[in-house]
């Protein structure tokens, strides 16, 4: 979490270091800060709040400079106040650093340097980097020599990127922590995702954990941390600036919510073959998967959801499979070793949790597959392939096109695994692979029609809100509870259909609406099972095709194209999502950027 940027050119660095602090907003909003260069110092300019608020702040103060550093924080070490925000500097304010990530071994570093006569004004593991520099700048050493030395000394998880007074030379490094390089003649830019200089350039390198860079207006220098020169080749992003902005759309949310027929058509370009029934994933040559004897797919979140979506559709084509939670992963793993493939689930392919499974998981042997949005992210390149679910950028917190790109992956992916296991396609691939090419028309369809906001704001208010399925609808029922409570901040929970009766009826009142998703799974019993709770005086709404017997049974409906039950899930899901959106509308709540929340968790 923290998004980080760093900017050198010609002109006012100000703009770009603020816009890039905009579309970074999404990985923390707790507080938000920017250092610049500004002829005879550095000027900082720093407070807790969002980016809107720093920009008030700053106001018609005049701050000019070529280069410049800026932080959007989301708090770990220390509340989110004007002093924990970044930038931090040293003492004699000559060196300004920002900085995501934790630094492990700080409250050493702190005591050492305090013993030096350093004195500290936050409670941040981040302000010990300006001081270790300035340490290393009073013992003698160059700037970059310094900040090398420093760097050195680190310990934990980093993306780091400092600004010393007087010259117009940025240092960054990496270890763990997202860092990208963007590139555009005589303008550069660093920052913690594309996002943040898309509007100026769309050629980017991704660093990589080790990699030491020093920029100026001349060019970039990669380098690994003892200072040797290495090659690292640059990106084009496929990204416009205009996919990442909200275009007509309130908020981020509802955009990409609106985006689900293009991110499932991207998802599924040149991947399906509905003639010849073949599905073709990148570098899965026939018989991949022919030696694995069982699936585990880790992940968190929302993406755990994903997750437990494919592994369902493999246990029920007859594959060994489970979903774990990537942050229980280390404690209770089940055995893994190389006849075992782990698929790690993760949008941005930076969470911490889950790249700590992924790593567990190829130490043990395992081959591993990341199913991520991200190229050129930590869990991309550490697992043996990985495969890319094209949604293109999600900014809103809450995850939803994501979701859905993800489950179509996974389904893919799980029916090559079901052909290489048994040696030929699945039989159903016939039918599937038409119905999965007319997910994007049937979304879009599904979208225009959606009366989740009238049924949002009809249940608008109510004490609790139940979500439950069976089947590959209970996936969809957490995931429909995770998203009313992250953006409504009302208590919301997610249930298999049959485990109602098991406790949770308990407390089930006229004010606690209870939506069932109906994915064509044993359907009646799910039905019985929102009987029970409407008998106890609950709204029952059933998402379902129309003309479905629980249309009749419930208080109100929402419509799902009728689909195979593989997928009309992602369907019901979808419109969820809506429910969701509009409940947090009426409730003004922060839509975009949730309390508490960060788009990309970095931390354990
Ligand atoms: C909820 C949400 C989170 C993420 C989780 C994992 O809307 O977005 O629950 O799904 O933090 O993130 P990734 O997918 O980046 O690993």
Known sequence: MCGIIGRVG??????????????????????????????????????SGKVD??????????????????????????????????PHTDGTKDVAVVHNGIIENYVELKSRLA????????????????????????????????????????????????????EHVLYAARQGSPLVVGMED????????????????????YLEDGDVVIVDEDGVEFTDLAGNPITRESETVEWDPEQAGKGEYDHFMLKEIHEQPTALAQALEGRIDTTNERIALADFQPGTFEAIENVQFVACGTSYHAALYGSLTLNQAGIHSSALLANEYSVSAPPTDENTLVVAV?????????????????????????????????????????????????????????????????????????????????????????????????LEEMLERSDADAIASRYANSQSYFFIGRGLGFPVALEGALKFKEITYEHAEGFASGELKHGPLALVTPDTPVFAVFTGEEDEKTLKNAAEAQTRGAPVIAVCPAGHRAVDVADAHLEIPETESDLSGLLANVQLQLVSYYAADLLDRSIDKPRNLAKSVTVE
């Open 115 to 166: 013993g030096y006569g350093h004195e500290f004004t936050s409670d941040t593991d981040t302000e010990v980097i300006p001081h270790l520099i300035q340490f290393y700048l009073d013992e003698g050493l160059t700037n970059e020599a310094a900040f090398r030395r420093a760097v050195e000394e680190l310990e934990g998880s980093y993306a780091v990127t400092a600004m010393l007074s007087g």
């Open 186 to 205: 005589g303008e550069y830019f660093l920052a913690s995702d594309v996002p943040a200089f898309l509007e100026y350039t769309d050629s980017v390198v």
């Open 10 to 47: 010609d002109g006012n660095a100000l703009e770009p270091l603020l816009t890039g602090l905009e579309n970074l907003e999404y990985r923390g909003y707790d507080s938000a800060g920017i250092a610049v260069q500004n002829g005879s110092g550095i000027d900082v300019q720093k407070r």
């Open 346 to 442: 993760t949008q941005s392919g930076e969470t911490a949790d889950t790249l700590s499974a992924l790593r567990q998981a190829n130490e043990a042997g395992a081959t591993t597959v990341t199913v991520t949005n991200v190229v050129g992210s930590t869990a991309a390149r550490e697992a043996d392939e990985a495969l890319f679910i094209r949604a293109g950028p999600e900014i809103g917190v809450a995850a939803t096109k994501t979701f859905s790109s993800q489950a179509v992956m996974l389904t893919l992916l799980g029916q090559r695994i079901v052909g290489d296991q048994h040696g030929e396609p699945s039989a159903d691939l016939g039918v599937l692979l038409p119905e999965l090419a007319g997910m994007p028309d049937a």
């Open 53 to 86: 608020e720093l920009k008030e702040s700053i106001g018609d103060a005049t701050l000019d400079g070529k280069i410049g550093i800026g932080h959007t924080r989301w708090s770990t070490h220390g509340p989110p106040t004007d002093e924990n925000a970044h």
